[in-house]
């Protein structure tokens, strides 16, 4: 998915590198994408209906009205040579199907957590770990919330100690901007690990 080539205008191309931001329904991913990207993001952020009662665990997240239903997606440059394409995942089970697709060409993930209810980050968690893909954890520290310490939700969510897991606002730019940082630095340091 990256290419540092010109087109044949002469053009120069920037690396375009694929990051995923998933989590269980409601902890924040559609709100890090948004206030991180450099473009309008794409939202497929729909009002929930009377078809979702039932359904969709509201249960920590009663305020919530909306919902994703294909992705979010957003752009960042980092430099002329680099470029960061942001993709939201769906939260709800009923659309983890699209999670694989998605997850195709994608250099690692965010695993956003809510500790709230931090049990719907664990399929995430599952999702990144099968197929060997770099993820990290970012604990989005809600209003209100208890405040837990990021090694606390490692050990709660048994991640293993080379996984980074750091407290976040995905309403804050600055935030998510570390958030990212932290996952791209954590895939050059699998990269260069000898095998």
Not at 3 to 24: F, R, T, W
Not at 66 to 89: H, K, P, S
Not at 154 to 178: F, G, H, M, Q
Request: glycine share 8%.
């Amino acid at each position: 998915m990256a290419s540092n080539d010109s087109d044949s205008s002469g053009e120069h191309i920037p690396a375009a590198i694929k990051i995923l931001v998933a989590g269980g329904f409601g902890a924040g991913k559609t709100t890090l994408v948004g206030s991180i990207s450099e473009v309008a993001p794409l939202s497929t952020e729909e009002l929930m209906t009377e078809a979702s009662l039932g359904v969709d665990d509201l249960s920590g997240v009663e305020q919530k009205n909306t919902t994703t239903v294909a992705l979010d997606f957003g752009r960042i440059t980092i430099n002329e040579d680099l470029v960061l394409y942001l993709f939201g995942t769906p939260g709800q089970q009923r659309f983890w199907f699209m999670w694989e697709e998605l997850a195709t060409g994608a250099l690692g993930s965010v695993v956003l957590a809510d500790t709230r209810r931090l049990e719907t980050c664990f399929p995430a968690v599952d999702f990144f770990e099968r197929r060997g893909m770099p993820f990290v954890v970012a604990v989005n520290c809600f209003e209100g919330a208890h405040h837990y310490e990021a090694e606390e939700v490692r050990a709660a969510l048994s991640i293993p100690p080379e996984v980074p897991v750091l407290l976040c606002d995905a309403r804050d730019r600055a935030s998510s901007k570390e958030v990212l940082l932290t996952l791209v630095r954590h895939v050059a340091r699998r990269t260069a690990a000898p095998a």
